[in-house]
T-cell receptor
Framework: GEDVEQSLFLSVREGDSSVINCTYTDSSSTYLYWYKQEPGAGLQLLTYIFSNMDMKQDQRLTVLLNKKDKHLSLRIADTQTGDSAIYFCARGATNKLIFGTGTLLAVQP | DAGVTQSPTHLIKTRGQQVTLRCSPKSGHDTVSWYQQALGQGPQFIFQYYEEEERQRGNFPDRFSGHQFPNYSSELNVNALLLGDSALYLC???????????FGSGTRLTVV
């Protein structure tokens, strides 16, 4: 995951918006993904964005893609305690996903 | 509709032993990939199987091998286990041509 980087930790208050950031070095990916991992669990696909899009919105989730800066972000509106988890950014490569190291989101009540 | 199922959920093995992990893909999916997730890290790609053949392999030694069966289910085998093989092993499935990967809950392997 050395070419996909994320900050390690984010703490927010319940009801606030959370923004998780990701940068990558290889711009050849067709799709970029956000996955959520709760303690002791596998990965849950939250959303993905095609590389020719700038933004994708899905209920409380908004993904922004800046291809020029190779920057991807995930905004969670009205963050709830149930959103506490590790969030992984991943880029699609041929027949595989390349993941970042994950961002731990802690939601304070 | 069952998603990706993996077995067993937890496993403890001794150094030098061999282990087999199993994965059943989501209904309708024909491609299975395996990932290793060490503690505090993101998942690392091991290999992908399609049409019962290894289609792509990540940077893992030959001690890691796999198999895909005609019903699309898959096995991951690890020989000569090392302490460093302790990790969560995740199986992901997809349908050819589809860009969404569905992950299972993983098998937690501990090597002592």
């Amino acid at each position: 995951g050395e070419d996909v980087e994320q900050s390690l930790f984010l703490s927010v208050r319940e009801g606030d918006s959370s923004v998780i950031n990701c940068t990558y070095t290889d711009s050849s990916s067709t799709y970029l993904y956000w996955y959520k991992q709760e303690p002791g669990a596998g990965l849950q696909l939250l959303t993905y964005i095609f590389s020719n899009m700038d933004m994708k919105q899905d209920q409380r989730l908004t993904v922004l893609l800046n291809k020029k800066d190779k920057h991807l972000s995930l905004r969670i509106a009205d963050t709830q305690t149930g959103d506490s988890a590790i969030y992984f950014c991943a880029r699609g490569a041929t027949n595989k996903l390349i993941f970042g190291t994950g961002t731990l989101l802690a939601v304070q009540p | 509709d069952a998603g990706v199922t993996q077995s067993p959920t937890h496993l403890i093995k001794t150094r030098g032993q061999q282990v087999t992990l199993r994965c059943s893909p989501k209904s309708g999916h024909d491609t299975v990939s395996w990932y290793q997730q060490a503690l505090g890290q993101g998942p690392q790609f091991i290999f992908q199987y399609y049409e019962e053949e290894e289609r792509q392999r990540g940077n893992f030694p030959d001690r890691f091998s796999g198999h895909q069966f005609p019903n699309y289910s898959s096995e991951l085998n690890v020989n000569a286990l090392l302490l460093g093989d302790s990790a969560l092993y995740l199986c992901a499935s997809t349908e050819t041509g589809n860009y969404g990967y569905t992950f299972g809950s993983g098998t937690r392997l501990t090597v002592v």
